[in-house]
């Protein structure tokens, strides 16, 4: 029970504690805004020359006894007031007032002449001091306008720079374009070239595989025609070749009339001799098998493709009695 009864003590300090401190910041405040207010009244108050003093007693329902007195401020503070009221008019006049009353002491204490040589002294100085801040403004001014023209100089060179730089970009810009122009024109007569000699080695390799395939075909033919005047069967009819071609044709037809020409027009032969027809065919179609070989490997045809060629050729004729 006793600690409980320290407790709500201790409860009851702490609420204390803090409604004083509330009170003591609430009166604390109050205090700082009525001495900052008193402060400002007095930094006020000490801008007044004079001070007003007014005392009235009643004397009926609608008079009044009114006395008004103006006193001395003993607070006024004479440079508050002109920096606040004054004028520089007033300062200028109270300086040359100021001044008057020197040179009237000085003139009673030196005498007139004393006077006067340093009334000329102080002119000369004065003298010398405007024509030095004469020569100093006009120097200034000199260096002012050299400031300004150098100024005025670097400027215009940055502007020149400047357009010299940029036109220098758009001729780079211009030359660029100009080389890119000239590159794509070179590029597209190049490509152009290229094209007409890849269509002119085209159509030379298509004349030339023409010509092979127009050869080969007639070498066949011719082979063809050969091997039916050999097997005595009626020659097909040849298209019309070219010349070498038919002298070629010309000479196998000869070569197969030989070997069909009957025995009674041909000398008496010995009997060791009586196959020598056969020898002579197979002679004559060994002879024209080299002839077709020779232009076939000329146009890259094996001997192989040839006797194929000349085997189906040939099939349709296999009943006929062979040399």
């Not at 300090?13 to 405040?29: L, P, T």
């Not at 001070?51 to 103006?70: A, I, S």
């Amino acid at each position: 029970m006793h600690r409980f009864a320290c407790q709500v003590s201790l409860r009851d300090f702490c609420r204390e504690s803090r409604v004083f401190m509330a009170a003591s910041k609430i009166q604390a405040h109050v205090r700082g805004m009525l001495t900052r207010n008193y402060v400002a009244r007095l930094a006020e108050e000490a801008e007044w020359p004079l001070k007003g003093w007014f005392e009235y007693t009643g004397m009926g329902r609608d008079c009044v006894q009114l006395n008004v007195k103006f006193l001395l401020n003993p607070s006024f503070d004479a440079f508050r007031h002109f920096r606040k009221y004054g004028k520089q008019q007033t300062l200028l006049q109270r300086l040359q007032e100021m001044q008057a009353e020197i040179d009237s002491c000085l003139r009673m204490y030196l005498g007139p002449a004393e006077y006067a040589a340093m009334e000329a002294r102080k002119a000369a100085g004065s003298a010398a001091q405007r024509a030095k801040a004469e020569a100093e403004r006009e120097q200034e001014e000199v260096n002012a306008m050299a400031a300004a023209d150098q100024e005025s100089f670097a400027i215009e060179k940055t502007a020149n720079d400047r357009q010299a730089a940029v036109r220098r970009e758009e001729e780079e810009k211009l030359r660029a374009e100009e080389e890119e122009r000239l590159r794509a024109e070179e590029e597209e007569r190049l490509r152009a070239e290229e094209e007409e000699r890849l269509r002119a080695e085209a159509e030379a390799q298509r004349a030339e595989e023409d010509a092979n395939i127009s050869t080969v075909s007639q070498a066949l033919a011719n082979f063809t025609y050969a091997a039916q005047a050999l097997l005595g069967e009626e020659p097909a009819p040849v298209e019309e070749v070219e010349p070498a071609a038919q002298q070629e044709a010309a000479v196998s037809r000869e070569a197969a009339e030989e070997v069909q020409r009957p025995a009674e027009d041909q000398e008496p032969a010995p009997a060791e001799k009586v196959e020598e027809p056969a020898a002579q065919q197979e002679a004559a179609a060994s002879r024209y098998a080299e002839e077709v070989q020779r232009p076939a490997e000329d146009q890259a045809l094996t001997l192989h493709s040839i006797h194929e060629v000349a085997r189906k050729l040939l099939a349709p004729s296999s009943k006929a009695k062979s040399p």
